[in-house]
DNA sequence: TCTGGGGTCCTAGGACCC
DNA sequence: TCTGGGGTCCTAGGACCC
């Protein structure tokens, strides 16, 4: 059996934690650059605020109905995630290294396959509660035989909360077949808006009771080949999407960016570029990786004639690195180059960015027979600067390739402090 | 005026090899 | 003039996730 555990409105939770007055009230947060609502509780989603809407487009609804509207503050969040999820693996201690995935910043799976099945309710409560005690934070579980079952489980759990105390568990047929029956297609974690047309207007499957007798070879042809055989199984209960190991290490690293007002030269863009590349670098060794390739794009908004459209065009070019590194200065110094040559004058920029791929680890660099060996020496040098930037303030040594103005920086405008991980933002007591 | 950021996995198709 | 079969590696692009 596979628990999924999933904070409740995660940001807008971290939010209230600092706000007790919030508690029953709605609050959203925004994305980046404050462009579009991203996080609601169930008193915002009440009002009919959707996820993903356009900052512009609410604001009424927002003003209308008092709603609490902050800019994310993604240090807040990182922080209270790696608390909750250091609960879990101190919860699940049975075998720390393998039985936690974090899934993503709000959501972890846990493999209970060492658990009875009588004690599968029991456990869910008391992950619930301390998590909640610990951390603040409020939580969901699913509990189910696979890991797309769990995440159906989670939804019923978290969509009539007071009737199920956030908790559900699907470990008997009459109880699946009617979560199954009660679930859209559409909102099972692996069928996105693509698929879930195809399959209600080609083949009329809208639950996921229906999907689930779908033959495999039929989802081999028409649901994405094998992804959509794992599916079908998924649905039968074989679990065949396994934990992940929590070593693994990424595969690409990105860094991108919406600037917060457009850019029309060369300079401001190879800052932002520089700047990106630097935080990418980093977050590789944080990793003890090195990459192999770069590949950096830049996004104009398209034609503007008349009425405005929302029209992205993305340009990329990426090069290949003589050897992988993991050094600032060699990755901006391959990065500039690139963003030169997709340069055009009197162009408006909205947004850029930059992916480090052929990732590698970092004490086992292959040599290149045509190149002068790596250059490690920079490493120390590298570590002090991160060391510094971590504990006293973000970039406080920089590359002065990331300049200096930093006007296309993006607008926070409501975020709030960053209580937990800085000292001259601590949250103060009466 | 204004629309986020960071990932994953899979497949098809081309280049190249013996 | 004829023109195989089996494989690997890489990239682009599609679909999905939170």
């Known amino acids: 059996m596979f628990a999924i555990i999933d904070c409740n409105s995660f940001y807008c939770s971290c939010e209230r934690l600092f706000r007790p007055d919030l508690q029953r009230k709605p609050v959203v947060v925004l994305s980046n650059n404050d462009g579009c609502i991203i996080a609601r509780t169930d008193e915002a989603k009440k009002l009919g605020i959707d996820m993903g809407v356009p900052l512009f487009e609410s604001r009424e609804l927002l003003k209308q109905h008092d709603v609490a509207v902050f800019s994310s503050n993604y240090h807040l969040y990182g922080d209270l995630s790696m608390r909750v999820m250091d609960t879990l693996r101190l919860l699940a201690d049975h075998d720390i290294h393998r039985c936690v995935e974090v899934y993503s910043v709000d959501e ?7 658990l009875p099945l009588a004690a599968l309710r029991s456990f869910a409560a008391h992950l619930r509660d301390v998590v909640g005690e610990w951390t603040g934070i409020p939580v969901s579980v699913g509990i189910a035989p696979s ?3 769990s995440k159906v489980a989670n939804r019923l759990a978290k969509k009539a909360k007071h009737k199920t105390g956030c908790i559900m568990v699907l470990d008997d047929p009459d109880s699946l077949q009617e979560a ?21 207007e080609m083949y009329g499957v809208n639950t996921a009771w229906q999907l689930r007798h779908m033959p495999q070879e039929w989802a081999r042809k028409n649901l994405g080949g094998v992804v959509g055989v794992r599916m079908i199984r998924e649905l039968n209960g074989e679990p065949c999407i396994r934990l992940k190991d929590p070593l693994e290490k990424k595969k690409m690293i990105a860094t991108t960016r919406m600037f917060g007002k ?15 590349t630097a935080r990418a670098a980093e977050k590789l060794r944080r990793q003890y990786s090195a990459a192999a390739s770069i590949d950096v794009f830049v996004v104009t908004n398209g ?3 008349g009425s405005y459209v929302y029209n992205p065009q993305h340009h990329h070019r990426y090069g290949i690195l003589t050897h992988p590194t993991s050094d600032t200065s060699a990755l901006i110094r391959a990065a500039l180059p690139l963003v030169e040559s997709l340069f055009r ?3 408006k920029y909205v947004k850029a960015g930059v992916m480090l791929g052929g990732i590698v680890p970092d004490d086992a660099l292959q040599g290149n027979l045509f190149a002068p060996a790596a250059p490690q020496e920079n490493r120390a040098l590298m570590d002090a600067i991160d060391n510094i930037n971590f504990s006293m303030r973000d970039d406080m040594v920089k590359f002065a390739a990331s300049g200096l103005t930093r006007n296309w920086k993006m607008r926070q405008e409501m975020r709030s402090k960053r209580f937990t991980t800085r000292w001259d933002e601590v949250y103060e007591v009466g």
Do not use: N
């Open 108 to 114: 972890a799976f846990i493999d209970l396959s060492h």
């Open 180 to 200: 199954l029956e009660m679930t859209d297609v559409s909102d099972l974690w692996g069928i996105g808006r693509r698929y879930a047309r195809k399959l209600k």
């Open 147 to 149: 890991k797309v079952l």
């Open 303 to 305: 034609t503007q004639s």
């Open 345 to 347: 004058p009197g162009t």
């Open 262 to 276: 457009p850019v029309f030269d060369l300079a401001p863009l190879k800052e932002a570029v520089a700047t990106f």
